[in-house]
């Protein structure tokens, strides 16, 4: 069974730092391009980071350019995004997803197209509070 969990979500205040995992079974990620996406309350879904399958090209959106790392550990079979300097505009639930060469070579890495993913997690909060 193919499955993405996410972990590491919470509360934190402003400026402090989450680690978030996305942890595969059922399939192993060195095949796949992993992102991570967001969606706040009333908003479309955002992306926000995303690394190819070799980890040698990765995207961040603008606004998380600079505080934000994304990772992976193909060993482990898990994918990772450091979070720090939390604003509370980063409030949404974090979502992770796997893309095929599709966006292989795409500058975005298809970040800014979630429809480009098609394996999902089922989330995690992340509330940062002022």
């Known amino acids: 069974q193919v499955q993405l969990v996410e972990s590491g979500g919470g509360l934190v205040q402003v400026g402090g730092s989450l680690r978030l995992s996305c942890a595969a079974s059922?399939?192993?990620?060195?095949?796949?391009?992993i992102g991570w996406f967001r969606q706040a309350s009333g908003k479309g879904r955002e992306g926000v980071s995303c690394?190819?399958?070799?980890?040698?090209?990765?995207y961040y959106t603008d606004s998380v350019k600079g505080r934000f790392t994304i990772s992976r550990d193909n060993a482990k079979n898990t994918v990772y995004l450091q979070m720090d300097g939390l604003k509370p505009e980063d409030t949404a639930v974090y979502y992770c997803?796997?893309?095929?060469?599709?966006?292989?070579?795409?500058?975005?890495?298809?970040?800014?197209?979630?429809?480009?993913?098609?394996?999902w997690g089922q989330g995690t909060q992340v509330t940062v509070s002022s």
């Open positions: 690394i190819g399958r070799r980890a040698g090209s990765t």
């Open positions: 997803a796997t893309a095929d060469d599709r966006v292989y070579g795409a500058p975005d890495l298809g970040c800014t197209r979630p429809a480009l993913y098609d394996y």
């Open positions: 059922g399939f192993t990620i060195d095949h796949y391009h």
